[in-house]
T-cell receptor, first 115, second 114 residues
Framework: AQTVTQSQPEMSVQEAETVTLSCTYDTSESDYYLFWYKQPPSRQMILVIRQEAYKQQNATENRFSVNFQKAAKSFSLKISDSQLGDAAMYFCANAGGTSYGKLTFGQGTILTVHP | EPEVTQTPSHQVTQMGQEVILRCVPISNHLYFYWYRQILGQKVEFLVSFYNNEISEKSEIFDDQFSVERPDGSNFTLKIRSTKLEDSAMYFC????????????FGPGTRLTVT
C-alpha cells in the first residue's frame, strides 16, 4: 500500500519570497513517480511538477523545484519568487509501478501568498 | 491545447436516485480515471479503466458504482442509488499511458445529494 503525508495543513509566504512545502511518502514499489498538483479555488487539478524515482536529479519547472530524497522518502516542493497566483491548495501524489497509474494523494497544504 | 471536459459542472440529486457523471477524455489517451474529493478532504482514487475494462478500483468503488466508455469518446461514472455521503467533487482524468505519464484532470462535477 502507498501512503502520502503532508504535515503542513497551511503555509504562508510573502510575495517574491521562497516557500517550501513538505511531503513524505511510503511505497513498496521499486519504480514510481511523484507529483505535485495545484488546486486553486476553482478546484481544477493542475500538475505543477513530476519526479521519476529512478532519476537522482531533482525536477525543475521555472519557479518550482523539488528536493527528492529517495532514502528518506521525502519529496518537498520549493516555490521561488512567490506570486499571488500561486495561492492554492497543493497536493503531493504518488503513482506506483505496478498500478495503472492510480494516484495516491496527501492531505494537501493550503498556501497563502501575502502581497 | 486539448483538455478533459466534464458535465454537468454541478448536479443536485435526491438520496436514492441514480446519477451519471460524464467525461470526455483527451482523444489520444488510453487510460481513464475517476477520483473524488469530499469537501475539505484529500483527493481519493475510485477507479482506473483501460482497454474497455476496469484495471483497478478502490474500496470506495462498491457495487453502487459503475463505469463505462459507451461510444469511444465519453467515459461515464454511474452511481445507482446515491447516499448523502456521496456528496463530493468528482474528477475525471486521462493519461496517454499508465503510471509514468501525467494525468490530465477535468474541472470536476460537484455532486450534492439531498
Amino acid at each position: 500500500a502507498q501512503t502520502v503525508t503532508q504535515s503542513q495543513p497551511e503555509m504562508s509566504v510573502q510575495e517574491a519570497e521562497t516557500v517550501t512545502l513538505s511531503c513524505t511518502y511510503d511505497t513498496s514499489e521499486s519504480d514510481y513517480y511523484l507529483f505535485w498538483y495545484k488546486q486553486p479555488p476553482s478546484r481544477q487539478m493542475i500538475l505543477v511538477i513530476r519526479q521519476e524515482a529512478y532519476k537522482q536529479q531533482n525536477a525543475t519547472e521555472n519557479r518550482f523545484s523539488v528536493n527528492f530524497q529517495k532514502a528518506a522518502k521525502s519529496f518537498s516542493l520549493k516555490i521561488s519568487d512567490s506570486q499571488l497566483g500561486d495561492a492554492a491548495m497543493y497536493f503531493c501524489a504518488n503513482a506506483g509501478g505496478t498500478s495503472y497509474g492510480k494516484l495516491t494523494f496527501g492531505q494537501g497544504t493550503i498556501l497563502t501568498v501575502h502581497p | 491545447e486539448p483538455e478533459v471536459t466534464q458535465t454537468p459542472s454541478h448536479q443536485v440529486t435526491q438520496m436514492g436516485q441514480e446519477v451519471i457523471l460524464r467525461c470526455v477524455p483527451i482523444s489520444n489517451h488510453l487510460y481513464f480515471y475517476w477520483y473524488r474529493q469530499i469537501l475539505g478532504q484529500k483527493v481519493e482514487f475510485l477507479v482506473s479503466f483501460y482497454n474497455n475494462e476496469i484495471s483497478e478500483k478502490s474500496e470506495i468503488f462498491d457495487d453502487q458504482f459503475s463505469v463505462e466508455r459507451p461510444d469511444g469518446s465519453n467515459f461515464t461514472l454511474k452511481i445507482r442509488s446515491t447516499k448523502l455521503e456521496d456528496s463530493a467533487m468528482y474528477f475525471c482524468a486521462s493519461s496517454v499511458s499508465g503510471f509514468n505519464y501525467e494525468q490530465y484532470f477535468g474541472p470536476g462535477t460537484r455532486l450534492t445529494v439531498t
